[in-house]
């Protein structure tokens, strides 16, 4: 296990590097950033001493390392739309996105994981049949139109719901619903498809042979195998949520990093956009680092691999 | 159940013909079939079956209600935006941008994707560590913000959305590909190919992407789902497809204003894009049960 941690831990960290260069090279190579930086309308001299100012006329390579030692001690620099130093403002919107990853993922595994088993163990009933017709219409629905239609019936019509901006926890209620909604398909079939195989296996066969309970049997014998996979798939789901916040924030006006990230890519802010896309990376990277160590653990046959 | 077995049946099929069998029995592969056609028809015939110009204004007829609504008229069956241009125009030649960026994007991501997939699959060793990290750091860049950084900073036109979406999505058919290959790259054929002395480009080619197909199939209209997706949102976002062209996902964004007294403007787009893209979805599930019924759960 100790060998398959640090295995796990030294290739997180070279695909967080790898990340960290492609987050640095995605602006660079995109636009000329003393000019970006300078705004509309900027005299030539103007952008010649930003670029000097702020050593755009060294070579990539060295900026890059610049980049990353003072990204290491937490420092991007300031926004250039909001004036603040990037750090400050990306903590102060961190917690309103991880409240609401954190809502979306645990009211999908709740919604998901329930179906999943009873669709495995009713294969082809109605029930069964129901639960994928969801999971096949949920994937192919645009996020942010289902958020809109969330709006429409819980906000507008009913009023049950207030539809925009972060101030109580009844704000998060609607985004999570659609977040969540994003991600549970998979994750319900996943757990059917697992629960299908494992309870189609012999040591499922011997537990109920010797007279287990059909409750112990699913519960104690079936789920526990089943759900590995799910494990590392949910840890993966949060980290795709995280990135897909920008377009939920932005709908239902949650201020958080997806909406901060929006309203910062609108103005040119590139120092915020890269460590918007940096922190979601390195988040998305811990936790499959996590999910691997989790599938590790309970399956000892994934270590030697 | 006595079944008189008609008397093509009493000699045994080809796989073809088992495989024409199960799909002419699979409704979600007819339905998803049937949809795409339909719609790939009306992004052909835009011209001819849409009523009006998709561009023209008249301010004199904005927020006119579809037929449905008391208020509506069939000159404009599903009624106005508030510029007062025809819907159901815009609705058609919406298809044509949506079916353009799918597709395109699904041939790009599936050239990357599947020269990689198949390299890393066939020559194994380092050559797969170093698919295999790609993809690795490909999945940890999250898709929406990134493709809308890069827009957002180069410009946003129609062909930079393909771009940038095409290089983004490469990575679920490098992993399919990559696992397809494996399976098949020990097997007789390959390795008799090997043995005569075929160049690898032939292999590759005359044996290895044959036998594969089914997966590549499958992946690609599931890719090409997922793309139109990514563009709705890029658009409905602002940072996709510009106006005044009628892309589903923008029509979204620009009737967000008025969608709590006109509601048929978000649910009209929105409509047609789940329909298309879960015909796809249904196509690809579809013809992954029929080539594959063993691999089905």
């Not at chain 1, 890059?64 to 300031?78: I, M, N, S, T, V």
């Not at chain 1, 639960?131 to 629905?141: K, S």
């Not at chain 1, 590392?232 to 932005?250: D, H, R």
């Not at chain 2, 930079?160 to 054929?189: E, H, N, P």
Request: proline share 5%; net charge neutral.
């Amino acid at each position: 296990m100790l060998a398959y941690t640090f295995k796990r831990a030294v290739l997180a960290l070279l695909v967080a590097l790898t990340v960290s260069l492609a987050c640095f090279l995605l602006v660079h190579l995109s636009t000329d950033v003393a000019v970006a930086m300078a705004g509309e309308g900027a005299r030539a001299e103007d952008i010649e001493f930003i670029r000097k100012q702020y050593g755009f006329d060294r070579p990539l390579a060295v900026q890059y390392a610049d980049w990353l030692g003072r990204a290491l001690r937490g420092e991007f620099g300031d926004s250039l739309y909001f004036r603040t130093p990037v750090a400050r403002i990306v903590w102060e919107r961190l917690p309103v996105t991880l409240t609401l990853g954190a809502w979306a993922i645990l009211l999908a595994l709740a919604l998901s994981i329930p179906l999943g088993v009873v669709a495995a163990m009713r294969p082809n009933s109605w029930l069964d049949r129901f639960t994928l017709t969801l999971a096949v219409i949920g994937q192919a629905m645009p996020s942010f139109w289902f958020a809109l239609l969330l709006m429409l019936l819980f906000g507008v019509t009913l009023g049950w719901l207030p539809i925009s901006g972060s101030d109580t926890q009844a704000h998060f209620v609607l985004p999570a619903v659609a977040l969540a909604y994003y991600a549970a398909p998979a994750i319900m079939r996943l757990t059917r498809s697992g629960m299908l195989e494992v309870l189609g296996s012999d040591y499922i066969r011997t537990a109920r042979a010797k007279g287990l309970r059909p409750a112990a049997v699913l519960f104690k014998h079936a789920l526990r195998n089943a759900v590995v996979p799910v494990v590392a798939l949910a840890a993966v789901q949060l980290g795709f949520m995280l990135g897909g916040s920008v377009v939920i924030e932005t709908v239902f006006a949650l201020n958080g990093l997806g909406y901060l990230a929006w309203e910062a890519i609108l103005h040119n802010d590139f120092p915020v956009v890269q460590a918007i896309v940096l922190l979601i990376a390195l988040f998305y990277i811990v936790l499959t680092f996590l999910a691997d160590l989790a599938n590790g653990w309970l399956d000892p046959r994934i270590r030697i691999v | 159940m006595a079944a008189v077995l008609a008397p093509d049946e009493l000699i045994a099929p080809t796989p073809g013909a088992l495989m024409r069998r199960r799909a002419r029995s699979h409704l979600g592969l007819l339905a998803g079939a049937g949809v795409l056609a339909l719609i790939v028809f009306v992004a052909l015939a835009a011209p001819l079956l849409a009523p009006h110009d998709p561009y023209a204004q008249d301010l004199a007829r904005r927020l006119i209600p579809p037929i449905w609504h008391d208020t509506g008229t069939w000159a404009h069956p599903l009624g106005t935006d508030m510029l007062g241009r025809d819907y159901l125009s815009r609705v058609i030649y919406g298809s044509r941008i949506s079916l353009l960026i799918g597709f395109v994007v699904m041939l790009i991501s599936g050239l990357i994707g599947t020269t990689l997939g198949v390299a890393a699959g066939y020559f194994g060793g380092r050559v797969d560590l170093a698919v295999t990290y790609l993809v690795t750091v490909r999945l940890a860049l999250p898709v929406i913000l990134v493709a809308l950084a890069v827009v957002a900073l180069v410009g946003s036109s129609l062909w930079l959305v393909i771009l940038v979406l095409g290089f983004l999505k490469w990575d679920r058919f490098a992993v399919v590909m990559r696992s397809a290959t494996m399976q098949v790259r020990g097997l007789d054929y390959v390795v008799a190919a090997q043995a005569i002395g075929c160049s690898t480009l032939r292999i590759v080619i005359g044996e290895i992407l044959p036998n594969v197909a089914s997966a590549l199939v499958v992946v690609a209209t599931l890719e090409m789902a997922s793309a139109i997706l990514l563009e709705a949102a890029l658009s409905f976002l602002g940072l996709g497809v510009q106006p005044p062209l009628p892309s589903w996902g923008l029509m979204i964004s620009e009737a967000k204003a008025y969608m709590f007294f006109s509601a048929w403007l978000i649910t009209i787009p929105g409509g047609a894009l789940l329909a298309l893209v879960l015909a796809i979805n249904l196509l690809g599930d579809g013809i992954r049960d029929v080539a594959e019924p063993e691999g089905r759960n």
